[in-house]
T-cell receptor
Framework: AQSVAQPEDQVNVAEGNPLTVKCTYS??????LFWYVQYPNRGLQFLLK??????LVKGSYGFEAEFNKSQTSFHLKKPSALVSDSALYFC?????????????FGAGTRLAVHP | DGGITQSPKYLFRKEGQNVTLSCEQNLNHDAMYWYRQDPGQGLRLIYYSQIVNDFQKGDIAEGYSVSREKKESFPLTVTSAQKNPTAFYLCASTEAVGTGELFFGEGSRLTVL
């Protein structure tokens, strides 16, 4: 069965420091991988995706993610965190199923960036 | 601007009452989805629809119903049969044949009193 794991409920980072939010996946075949961000009481916003090609994917707001097939991971990174990056981050995997786009989401990781 | 509109933003309901959450999109997307979000559990798929007059159950469809009479609209009814309906509900859409990128509405928070 396909699944996504985000092992950390919360990540705390000081402003200006690099941040990493971890994600591992379990899916057969070649996965499509996504990161979304959610601010309080709002919908999710797309950050970036990996489908194929370069293992380092760049996305919105200075975020990037590294696809590692051998470790089945897709960690989200940013070189220098901002207080405004504080939000809930979701990793998701997509595997085409009968023509429908079905995303499987992780439980989410809350990022807290402190001044 | 194109987007997805969910209403109401907040809704309170007494036990035993049905309630319908609205979702409208003007992105011309074929596929639409309803997710439920609970703290610490991520998003769980309730129903999805790829074309008008067609929809499929997701992982937690019990106690919910949907309709897809128009391409732009995908309302969700939370029935009295749903045992624990208090949650944050998110509607999303995507092109029918795409890469899985979803566009989300702002959500509707339902509280059962």
């Amino acid at each position: 069965a396909q699944s996504v794991a985000q092992p950390e409920d919360q990540v705390n980072v000081a402003e200006g420091n690099p941040l990493t939010v971890k994600c591992t996946y379990s899916v057969s075949g070649n996965p499509y991988l996504f990161w979304y961000v959610q601010y309080p009481n709002r919908g999710l916003q797309f950050l970036l995706k990996y489908i194929t090609g370069d293992n380092l994917v760049k996305g919105s707001y200075g975020f990037e993610a590294e696809f590692n097939k051998s470790q089945t991971s897709f960690h989200l990174k940013k070189p220098s965190a901002l207080v405004s990056d504080s939000a809930l981050y979701f990793c998701a995997v997509f595997r085409p199923s009968g023509g429908y786009n079905k995303l499987i989401f992780g439980a989410g990781t809350r990022l807290a960036v402190h001044p | 601007d194109g987007g997805i509109t969910q209403s109401p933003k907040y809704l309170f309901r007494k036990e035993g009452q049905n309630v319908t959450l609205s979702c409208e999109q003007n992105l011309n997307h074929d596929a639409m989805y309803w997710y439920r979000q609970d703290p610490g559990q991520g998003l769980r798929l309730i129903y999805y629809s790829q074309i008008v007059n067609d929809f499929q159950k997701g992982d937690i469809a019990e106690g919910y119903s949907v309709s897809r009479e128009k391409k732009e609209s995908f309302p969700l009814t939370v029935t009295s049969a749903q045992k624990n309906p208090t949650a944050f509900y998110l509607c999303a859409s995507t092109e029918a044949v795409g890469t899985g990128e979803l566009f989300f509405g702002e959500g509707s928070r339902l509280t059962v009193l």
